[in-house]
């Protein structure tokens, strides 16, 4: 069973920093790649990032509005991935979700997500 | 970034057809995919690559289209349909979704 657990949330003040982990298990995680995906409260989806895989380079993408402050990475041997934010706004305040993004390049399986609450 | 437009909101009564149109900015082939969110749950694939079920959905859904258009369907609609539907493309970089419909049942 594909299962997916966000961790690391929680309350920051406006300007720190925050890494969120993302543990995986039930699949071969080598063979995917992995996105974060956030949802602002009462707000849309929005996707954050994306790391490819081995075959890829893990090349990364970000989201134009959080470039040069999300850096995203893997640790293939923990299958994990990983979302580090930096020069927290009020704005960034969400739920973020990792997924793993499937063969078809669809977001197939969806973790249960993490709350990130910026605020002074 | 290719900018997908989805009417916010449709209400329809159960037993109804209902179908839930998402047009995207550029040409995505098929490469667009739908998502349902229930309140305070992770979204849940539904369909994937415009027409495809994904496992374990029923077969009151079903999806349609190419190129810059698509269409959910959910016929016939029930109760337990309340929810928000989201597309999404993954034809061009950076990967994109839909503001959402909001489905309520009348």
């Known amino acids: 069973e594909v299962q997916i657990l966000e961790t690391g949330g929680g309350l920051v003040k406006p300007g720190g920093s925050l890494r969120l982990s993302c543990a995986t298990s039930?699949?071969?995680?080598?063979?995917?790649?992995m996105n974060w995906v956030r949802q602002a409260p009462g707000k849309g989806l929005e996707w954050v990032a994306q790391?490819?895989?081995?075959?890829?380079?893990?090349?990364?993408y970000y989201a134009e509005s959080l470039e040069g402050r999300v850096t995203i990475s893997r640790d293939d041997s923990k299958s994990s991935v990983y979302l580090q934010v930096s020069s927290l706004r009020a704005e960034d305040t969400a739920i973020y979700y990792c997924?793993?993004?499937?063969?078809?390049?669809?977001?197939?399986?969806w973790g249960q997500g993490v709350m990130v609450t910026v605020s002074s | 970034d290719t900018v997908l437009t989805q009417s916010p909101a449709l209400a329809v009564s159960p037993g109804e057809r209902v179908s839930i149109s998402c047009r995207a900015s550029?040409?995505?082939?098929?490469?667009m995919h739908w998502y349902q969110q229930k309140p305070g749950q992770q979204p849940k694939l539904l369909i994937y690559?415009?027409?495809n079920l994904a496992s374990g959905v029923p077969a009151r859904f079903s999806g349609s289209g190419s190129g810059t258009d698509f269409t959910l369907t959910i016929d016939p609609v029930e109760a337990d349909d309340t929810a928000t539907y989201f597309c999404?493309?993954?034809?061009?970089?950076?990967?994109?979704f839909g503001g959402g419909t909001k489905l309520e049942l009348k």
């Open positions: 997924t793993r993004e499937g063969r078809r390049s669809d977001f197939d399986y």
């Open positions: 039930g699949f071969n995680f080598n063979d995917y790649f």
């Open positions: 790391i490819r895989n081995k075959n890829y380079n893990y090349a990364t």
């Open positions: 550029e040409g995505v082939n098929s490469y």
């Open positions: 690559k415009a027409s």
């Open positions: 999404q493309q993954s034809w061009n970089d950076p990967r994109t």
